[in-house]
C-alpha cells in the first residue's frame, strides 16, 4: 500500500514555471514506476509522464516534451514534476500515482493501482 499527497499547484501566468511534489508514504516508494496524470475541466484524465523505479528512463506526452521533466528522490520519497513554459491548455488537476501492473513507460491509467488527490494547476494567458 502506497498513499501519495500532491502539493505544488497554482494559478499562474502563462510561461511560468511550478514544480508539483508527490510525497509517499510506506517503505515500498521505490518499487514502484511512477506517473503523472492530469485532467483538465471537460476532459478525460491523460497521461503526462512516467518514469522507472530508478528515475534513469523517463517517458513524456509529446505535448510536453522539452517543458516538463519528471524527476523522483527514493530517499525521500517523493515524485516531482517541473513545469517550464506553462500554457492555459496545462490547465488541470494533476495527480501522481503508482504504476503496479504496467510497464515503466505505460501511459494507461488502468496501470496505475494508487493515486493521490490532486493539485490544480491554472495557467492564465
Known amino acids: 500500500q502506497v498513499q501519495l499527497v500532491e502539493s505544488g499547484g497554482a494559478l499562474v501566468q502563462a510561461g511560468a514555471s511550478l514544480r508539483l511534489s508527490c510525497a509517499a508514504s510506506g517503505r515500498t516508494f521505490s518499487s514502484y514506476p511512477m506517473g503523472w496524470f492530469r485532467q483538465g475541466p471537460g476532459k478525460e484524465r491523460e497521461f503526462v509522464a512516467a518514469?522507472?523505479?530508478?528515475?534513469?528512463?523517463?517517458y513524456y506526452r509529446d505535448s510536453v516534451k522539452g517543458r516538463f521533466t519528471i524527476s523522483r528522490d527514493n530517499a525521500k520519497n517523493t515524485l516531482y514534476l517541473q513545469m517550464n513554459s506553462l500554457k492555459p491548455e496545462d490547465t488541470a488537476v494533476y495527480y501522481c500515482?503508482?504504476?503496479?501492473?504496467?510497464?515503466?513507460?505505460?501511459?494507461?491509467?488502468?496501470?496505475?493501482?494508487?493515486w493521490g488527490q490532486g493539485t490544480q494547476v491554472t495557467v492564465s494567458s
Open positions: 518514469i522507472s523505479k530508478s528515475g534513469g528512463s523517463t
Open positions: 500515482a503508482a504504476n503496479r501492473y504496467g510497464a515503466d513507460s505505460s501511459t494507461a491509467a488502468t496501470y496505475y493501482g494508487f
